[in-house]
């Protein structure tokens, strides 16, 4: 009797999965890397989605360290079970002495270096984070997040700028290539697989459900 074959290895699944709402997302204020917390809006967000998560029957949670997406991973935790892994490398692109500030104030401050962030350089000026080493660390973060938990569903709470950039270097975009792809609205997640023979790929990208 020949042998029977050996089963294909189950694919690694990562969802990006964007923090509920802020009461800065609402007013058009930028966080960055500033520790801001969920709204009640975000906290019912995150409650919903969790939810509908909860279904794909994830292996892990991890997040970033910041609260907005801690207390987003906590929801998906509290149905769960799961622990939630924390990486300071999911943390959100640091946008230097815009951070705190409303999108009004930056363009009367600074109107070259916003010109320039709104064209897409990478490295508009006032110690933003260059796009580049944001994708680099945030992707370098999914990988070995993956190579832990080779085979699962990993729930990985981030940040909107966070998840595209890392997505992209995951699946080998040029830099230019990101400023085409729309922002995750909060609380939707990106889904990508990898497997040996197809590498990361993209299965859906703003996902509710």
Do not use: K
Not at 22 to 34: A, F, L
Not at 137 to 151: C, K, S, T, W
Not at 153 to 171: E, K
């Amino acid at each position: 009797m020949p042998d029977s074959p050996v089963p294909a290895a189950r694919p690694t699944r990562l969802i990006l999965w964007r923090h509920g709402e802020t009461e800065w997302n609402r007013s058009g204020r930028v966080q960055g890397q500033i520790d801001v917390g969920l709204s009640a809006t975000g906290r019912e967000q995150a409650a919903a989605m969790a939810a509908r998560l909860a279904a794909l029957r994830p292996d892990a949670i991890v997040s970033s360290d910041l609260r907005r997406a801690a207390e987003t991973a906590a929801a998906l935790a509290d149905i769960t079970g799961l622990p939630v892994e924390t990486d300071p490398r999911l943390r959100e692109r640091h946008y230097g002495q815009w951070q705190g500030l409303d999108i009004a104030e930056i363009e009367r401050r600074w109107p070259q270096e916003r010109a320039r962030w709104r064209a897409g350089d990478p490295s508009p000026g006032c110690g933003i984070e260059h796009v580049g080493d944001l994708a680099e660390r945030v992707a370098q973060a999914l990988r070995d997040v993956a190579e832990r938990h080779a085979g699962g569903i990993i729930v990985v709470s981030t940040h909107g700028g966070a998840a595209r950039a890392g997505c992209g270097a995951l699946l080998g975009w040029p830099l230019d290539m990101l400023r085409t792809v729309g922002v995750l609205s909060n609380c939707h997640w990106i889904d990508l697989r990898f497997d040996t023979a197809l590498g990361w790929h993209l299965r859906g990208y703003n996902l509710s459900g």
